[in-house]
């Protein structure tokens, strides 16, 4: 861990183990936390998404053992390593369970693979008849491991290290499953989404009761927090927007919170744009996470004031280094240090990342 940025403990006395194996009462200082519960801090947290990936050495070193990425986030003790590795290399102040978001479309019976190079595939899943026939539910025997690999983490984590769990959204995750891969505007999924409204409505609401169950299960695992990545959402229309993207996020906030009280929630709408502000005013989120592309007025002004932000460095900007990304970072914390930060990245940091400009950055925050 870094030896200029301490987890500190600022009590634990009075602990009690509840029925989930967490602790009831503890008040481990944990600063992500803090930010989530809207108290600004000096020194803004960090964590990077997908810091636990190709850009690190020890990473790859691990990934060449296994046969897929997602053989790797099924093997519980690989996949805790890796979550663990950049916390033990940077000192980050929140750990991100190593894990995809199409894990729930696999556990609905929906074969998914990772091909080198060229992302996620599954089946596409483009007619309404078949899309009718989908389970109700996620076969949670599948999804056992993940949950096994944050009990892992939970035991190694350092005190002051907050540990967030996520999902995809329903809408991302749905336009894989109707395309069978990523494509450049998600149009397949937009076009069956206005063909096939009923049966593509079906979908989300499948999507949406799995993931609410699946951030349930690793709140209860272990997790801190969870983040709920639409990374597609800015690609819809303003009403598409509010009917795929708020309103499916709306009811797992609401499930979610039904079964944990007082649970911690960061969504993270890629691409929203102005439509953030409607985002957030919908939704009872704890935290929104900004993309680089979000103008840092419009995110102080707008959106700050009305929920502690998440973000929202260049990933490109990482990537430069030097006097860029010093730019980069300033830019962030001049706008948005006043309130309540977690510093991050717009998106997840690119494989090709030298680990020297993390090292830079998180000098450039920190110090």
Known sequence: MSQTHRHTITNTKNLVLSGEGCLIGESVHKPLLDVLNGNRQSVPPVWMMRQAGRYLPEYMA????????LD??????????????????????????????LVVPHALGRLVRF?????????????P?????????????????????????????????AFLGFCGGP??????????????????????????PEAFAHLIDILAAASSDYLIRQIRAGVDAVQIFDTWAGILAPDEFERWCIAPTRRI?????????????????????????????????????????????????????????????????????????DR???????????????FNLGHGILPDTPIAHVEQMLKRVRG
């Not at 691990?62 to 046969?67: D, L, Q």
């Not at 008849?129 to 983490?153: F, G, N, Q």
């Not at 109707?178 to 494509?183: D, E, I, S």
């Not at 744009?273 to 002004?301: C, N, P, Q, T």
């Open 115 to 127: 091909e080198t190079g060229e992302g996620p595939r599954l089946d596409p899943l483009d007619d």
């Open 62 to 69: 691990i990934r060449k053992t296994v046969g897929s990425m």
């Open 253 to 325: 906030v609401a499930d979610v919170r039904r079964a944990v009280p007082g649970a911690k929630i960061i969504g993270f709408p890629r691409g929203a744009g102005s439509k953030l502000k409607h985002y957030v005013e919908g939704l009872d989120i704890d935290a929104v996470g900004l993309d680089w592309m979000v103008d840092l007025d419009f995110a102080r002004d707008e959106i700050q004031r009305r929920r502690p932000v998440q973000g929202n460095l260049d990933p490109l900007a990482l990537r430069a280094g030097g006097a860029a990304l």
């Open 171 to 196: 809408w991302t995750v749905a336009t894989y499953m109707v395309a069978g891969r990523g494509t450049t505007d998600q149009a397949p999924a937009r076009l069956f989404a206005y063909r096939h």
């Open 328 to 342: 980069g970072v300033d830019a962030v914390l001049a706008s948005l240090g006043g309130g309540p930060l977690v």
């Open 72 to 101: 790797m986030c099924f093997a519980p003790k690989l996949a805790a390593e890796v979550t663990l590795q950049p916390i033990r290399r940077f000192g980050f102040d929140g750990a991100i369970l190593f894990s995809d978001i």
């Open 129 to 161: 008849a078949a899309m009718m026939k989908l389970p109700s539910a996620a076969d949670d025997s599948v999804l056992a491991p993940i949950y096994e690999t944050i009990r892992l983490v939970k035991a190694e984590l350092p005190p002051g290290v």
